[in-house]
């Protein structure tokens, strides 16, 4: 697979310089990822610009490389403007995927997955530390 990688504290993006999402790509790609994961990578932006397929192959890499990314509270993005493979990928129901045009969008939404987070967890915090059990403490 031929990519470069740009990582940032939120996120990794992924520059693919494949025409095709197919043969070795989609397993490098899971590899990659893999590895990213182990690194502390949740938020991976996969720049499909030059891509103009994706084999099946292609997107059970793509489906499970998603639900990783959710599992581990982060999000996946593809970024491509091409109506074919948007057609593809949408057809392909991958619940949760994010496609979006530009890279500039991908890591405004990745930004935005980050905030929700975080307010989801001070949510969480406020709930877990507000609730009272009724019970006295002093016998």
Known sequence: MNYTIEKNEQ?????????????????DFETLSRSL???GYSNIIVDMT??????????????KINRQCVNEVGLLVLVTKRDELIETL???NISDLTILPTVEEAIDAVFMNELEN???????????GG????????F
Do not use: H
Not at 15 to 22: A, G
Not at 120 to 126: L, T
Not at 131 to 138: E, F, I, P, Q
């Open 131 to 138: 609730v009272s059990s009724g019970r006295d403490t002093d």
């Open 90 to 92: 949408d057809t392909a």
């Open 11 to 27: 996120y990794a993006l992924i520059r693919l310089t494949e025409s095709e999402f197919s043969g070795d790509v989609p397993t």
């Open 118 to 128: 975080d307010f989801r967890s001070e949510d969480d915090d406020e709930y877990e």
């Open 37 to 39: 994961f182990r690194e």
């Open 50 to 63: 030059p891509i103009q397929a994706v084999d099946n192959a292609g997107i059970m890499a793509i489906r």
